[in-house]
């Protein structure tokens, strides 16, 4: 999840790195009681990249400039987000300015402090001028020191700049980080060091065990839709592909594998999900069998999604609850159709379900009982397929999708 | 490492990952269960297990532990495996999902320290046909012989290792490291240790996108490995991205691909070592048969 600069700023505030005075304005008439002194800039607040060239960063000279501008960028949406807030700032001449970060490097499986004289580098061709130590041990300041020296400083600037690391890595430990970086650090002619701006990606899965964290996610998933979410907080128990086969599975790996093999034999994958895990967006605990009937209804909701796979191998939790939802969503039908409402083109075929057809696939002993209550069920033609064979599961859902296609 | 039936087994935690008939199905196997670890429950029972408070009060009453197999709550592991550490015990299976990955980077600072084999997170453990399970990996799914599965999932895992059933291939050992960006044991080592055991003569590597260890597994066939490898990635049709519980994503950084992590490149990498990749899983069965002649 990553954190809006004003949240970034105030954190690093906090633990010691130093920023310039900023004012966080929810409204333009907030400028009215500004604290900081002018010149100032104003900063849009929102995730996308690149706001300056969007408009989103102006310069301002008195209150009344400050205002107008204010107004602007509030009404000014970037990447498709509005702002909720603006930040003002003091502006700064910097002399130099650096790029800083540590960042968690999983094929060393070690936090990495990184560190170039040069800010907003292009990390294609970045090659030697990025310094790089890793953080072997448990962290201690000369660790820091080390980057400085790579970084071919010296003197107060080397201790300034190795104290910044520090206070990064202090907070990347606190706050469970995946990146904490500060791009550019300005550097005045006195060798004053300030962090201009910087970014803080926090692990997902660490977000519950920090509560003020996890009232922002927990913000982030009221207001936003799924592929907003997906940018944001950046994990997702699932794939969205549009397609017409939606897929569940209780494993990562498998249901991967599923989506392939359909893709294999021709189908197209639709929305896959995950059940084996609980989803990010789960702010209480769920188990299994919730899962699985959250999952059911987003796919139901999904139009582009006409037929349902479902792969579930070895064991699961609650089994006889998790079948018991399938043949509820199978059986439903039957019951619902006298009341169903004439389509709108004037067609009467009532026969056909108001429902995606149901490929079932259960491998292993556990599902056996499952599978002879499953078969029993009186369901229209279509509604329910049962199958323990995997590439015949596969098969089947690739064929009654292309059947649906047919008819619609 | 310890993969003998008698060697003592330990169970810290039950979440919702390990159930009564988990349990159940280890013992069934002949693994020597000897307690659980529960804190706040010492004294009770539990799925037939006595249960204590710490992991000393196991080893004062049942003498030393071969192996801890950790399914407490994820932000509890670390704590639960350092405690097993400190009581020296030197293998750890830790099935429970979600664990930060700084606290794997700390565990596995000791960890490594102390010479101590973690196999997970989010791993369904070490199945040896026939002779010991030490997880929740479902052993209908599996017959002793001699194919060695080392994988990244869960239940993928056990898909491949029925296709190889089914096709009267049977196991000589499977062991799942889990799908994390931050891992215990490795492909690397699991793929050496498979290469050096007796009982196995062709090995099945199964991956999936995130990170980089099929990459580096590629490279150590190619140089190292003399057994035959046969591998399926899957995902090759996934969009690539930010998906899969992938952390690390500085592929960028020092001067790595922007292809880093996704399931092209490992394709790409096996390619290159000339390993066999398979197109579903039931197509392994008949890769492995011509690899084998």
Known sequence: MDLLEYQVKEWFGKIGIPVLPSQRIDHPTDLKRLKIRFPIVLKSQVHGAERAKAGGVRFAETTIDAIAAAQNIFSLPIWGELPEVVLAESQYDANQEFYLAVVLDTAVCRPVLLGCKEADIDWESAGEKMHYVVVEQEFSPFYARRLALKMGLQGTLMQSVSSVVEKMYELFVQKDLDLVEINPLAVSATSQVMALNGKVRVNERAIKRHPDLAETAAKIISRHTSTEINGILGDWDGVEMHGKIGILGNGTGSVMATLDLVANAGGKPGVCLNLRHAFLTDTTPTTFRDRLATGLKILEADKSIQVILINFMGSIPQTEEVVEIIARVVQQDNNELKSQVVHSNGSKNRQEPNFSPLVVRLAGSEFDAARKYLATLKTPSNALLVVENLDEAVAAAVRLAKATANKK | ?293
Not at chain 2, 65 to 91: F, G, K, M, N
Not at chain 2, 121 to 130: R, Y
Not at chain 2, 259 to 287: D, M, W, Y
Request: overall charge negative; hydrophobic content about 40%.
């Open chain 2, 1 to 293: 490492m310890n993969l003998k039936p008698e060697s003592k087994v330990l169970i810290q935690g039950f979440c919702e990952f390990i159930s009564g008939t988990h349990v159940a199905q280890m013992k069934a196997y002949g693994t020597n269960l000897i307690a659980g670890v529960n804190p706040g429950c010492g004294g009770q029972e539990l799925h037939g297990l006595p249960v204590f408070d710490l992991v000393e009060e196991v080893i004062e009453q049942f003498g030393a532990i071969d192996t801890t197999i950790i399914c407490v709550d994820p932000y509890d592991v670390l704590d639960a495996a350092l405690e097993a550490i400190a009581s020296h015990i030197r293998q750890i299976i830790i099935i429970t999902a979600g664990v930060p990955p700084l606290d794997m980077v700390q565990l596995l600072r000791k960890a490594e320290a102390c010479e101590t084999l973690v196999v997970g997170p989010n791993s369904p453990g070490i199945i040896v046909p026939g002779k010991i399970l030490l997880g929740t990996q479902p052993s209908e799914f599996y017959i002793p012989g001699a194919v060695g599965i080392v994988s990244r999932s869960s239940t993928l895992t056990y898909e491949i290792a029925y296709e190889l059933t089914k096709a009267g291939l049977g196991q000589s050992i499977s062991v799942s490291i889990g799908s994390d960006a931050i891992v215990g044991s490795s492909f690397l080592q699991w793929l050496q240790i498979l290469d050096e055991d007796e009982t196995t003569q062709a090995i099945v590597l199964v991956g999936q996108p995130g990170g980089g260890s099929e990459e580096a597994a590629a490279r150590y066939i190619a140089e190292a490995i003399d057994k035959p490898v046969i591998a399926y990635i899957a995902g090759k049709h996934a969009p690539p991205g930010k998906s899969w519980r992938e952390t690390g994503t500085l592929a960028t950084f020092i001067g790595r691909d922007p292809n880093f992590g996704t399931a092209q490149s490992k394709l790409a990498a096996l390619k290159e070592a000339q390993v066999p990749v398979a197109e579903r899983p039931s197509q392994i069965p008949e890769l492995l048969r011509k690899e084998i002649n």
